[in-house]
């Protein structure tokens, strides 16, 4: 999270930065208007370039999974970025509008123009009520979609449909943005800035738009078995690729879709990469689609497996790690655990395993695999012992902060494990995590 904090702090000074760097000081008198001419361009600057970069993260460029932390990750900075843009968005109507409506009330001296003082250049001049116009309706638009987006109830599968209005609506409010951009920005470093990222972020718009997203990183296979878990509700699933997979590091995650009128959904891979074309995923029912799935999967069924994405890779410079799972959170585990096995390799492991919803059959799956591992595992039932605190931790675990701990399980759990973890010593950097969320 640090990481991603220090991208967005990163972007934010850069844009800023540059808008610095192209702006005339004789503009900032501090009068009311001149405050309101710096204020318009760059509130709407920065709503256009956090928007373009939240729809650049969208399109999955996995070249950058490293250094943000994995496609997870992404996701979760493509967030703050739109509701940023968002709230700039706001700023920028309301230092266009309020001015406007406090001289009609006459609460403010309107604009005095200097006598002889020569008229600012309109570039793209007979586009300029169009993009004014465009501009408003699609920031109304705007609204109610990131108000859907962020309104935790409204279904997810709607959500989606939703949300892939987005990338018609930026292309439109690049429009309004390249339209009104003052001219003197166009000859300075911010309109350079501009350009490239409104360029890159149109493409960007234009693969979701045409459903290109991750279309470089899709693979076709067939379901080979399945066996559903009725202690805990999870449905095991064996896959048999049928196009070359690049492989994968145990911890990653792909969109799965068995259907072609389904959306994708992002399963962790639970195998380990053997180089058999054979992967592995375990599926817990937590919504609609998931708890359907049960009924209606079917041995020799075409799956579409898009991926191998994510950075919860294990990999830290201590020698000995703490993995803590929180129910289904189990799963990027079990897959490092294979991947130990597979490897004949050793490391010096402890495994919590919580669940509330334990499953005999499940649990022993877990136990072998961590056997095979050479992997110490911690069971506890939440529901006989209570859930998992750090004392709970200490106890299994004394030497706990001697570890790196990778942790995956319900979003609550995680927080108050990192906060006690963090306030009792552990540095950050220390705490890896996966975010089972992308909303
Ligand atoms: C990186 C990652 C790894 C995951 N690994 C596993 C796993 O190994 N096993 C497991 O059981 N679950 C895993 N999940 C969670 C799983 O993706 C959701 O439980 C599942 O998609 C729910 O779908 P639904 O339609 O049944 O539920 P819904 O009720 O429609 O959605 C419930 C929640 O699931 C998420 N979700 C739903 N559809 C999508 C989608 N198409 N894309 C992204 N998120 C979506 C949203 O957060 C949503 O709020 C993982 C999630 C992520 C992000």
């Not at 760097?21 to 004789?26: E, L, N, T, V, Y």
């Not at 690729?241 to 879709?257: C, D, E, I, N």
């Not at 675990?397 to 759990?413: E, I, L, N, Q, Y």
């Amino acid at each position: 999270m640090t990481r991603l904090r220090l991208t967005f702090l990163a972007v934010t000074a850069l844009i800023i930065a540059f808008w610095l760097a192209s702006i005339d000081p004789a503009q900032m008198t501090g009068d009311f208007w001149s405050v309101r001419g710096l204020l318009v361009p760059l509130t709407g600057i920065l709503a256009i370039t956090f928007m373009a970069v939240a729809i650049l993260l969208a399109a999955r460029p996995v070249q950058v999974e490293t250094a943000l932390g994995g496609l997870d990750k992404f996701y979760r900075l493509h967030k703050w970025l739109g509701i940023a843009a968002v709230i700039m968005a706001v700023l920028h109507w309301l230092a266009e509008k309020a001015p406007k409506w406090l001289v009609e009330a006459g609460a403010l001296a309107p604009r005095q123009r200097v006598p002889g003082a020569a008229l600012e250049p309109r570039p793209f001049a007979s586009f300029r009520d169009l993009a004014s116009d465009l501009g408003e309706w699609a920031f109304y638009l705007l609204l109610v979609l990131a108000a859907l987006a962020l309104w935790r109830r409204f279904p997810y599968h709607l959500f989606f449909r939703t949300h892939r209005l987005m990338a018609p609506l930026f292309l439109v409010l690049a429009f309004h943005a390249v339209v009104l951009t003052p001219a003197a920005y166009w000859n300075a470093p911010i309109g350079l800035l501009i350009i490239m990222v409104l360029a890159a972020a149109a493409v960007a718009a234009g693969m979701s738009i045409f459903a290109r997203i991750g279309k470089t990183h899709r693979f076709t296979g067939e379901v080979t078995d399945f066996h559903f878990h009725d202690g805990n509700s999870v449905l095991d699933v064996g896959v048999k690729l049928t196009t070359a997979w690049p492989g994968h590091a145990g911890g990653q995650f792909a969109f799965l879709k068995f259907a072609d009128s389904e959306r994708a959904h992002p399963f962790t891979i639970s195998s380990g990469w053997a180089n058999s074309g054979r992967l592995a995923f375990s599926i817990k029912g937590l919504g609609d689609y998931t708890r359907h799935l049960p009924d209606v999967i079917r041995v020799g069924q075409a799956v579409t497996v898009e991926g191998p994405y994510g950075r919860f890779d294990f990999r830290s410079s201590g020698a000995a790690q703490l993995w803590i799972a929180g129910g289904v959170g189990i799963t990027p585990f079990i897959a490092r655990m294979e991947a130990i096995a597979l490897s004949g390799e050793r490391q010096d492991v402890d495994l919590i395993y919580s669940t509330g919803a334990p499953d005999d059959g499940f649990i022993n799956e877990v136990r072998s695999s961590a056997g095979a591992a050479g992997v110490r595992l911690h069971f506890v039932d939440t529901g006989r012992e209570g859930l998992v605190d750090l004392a709970k931790v200490a106890l299994w675990v004394p030497r706990w902060r001697d570890t790196d701990v990778w942790f995956c399980g319900p979003s609550k759990f995680g927080d108050s494990l990192y906060h006690a973890m963090i306030a009792d010593g552990l540095s950050k950097d220390r705490y890896h995590r996966e975010l089972f969320e992308m909303r």
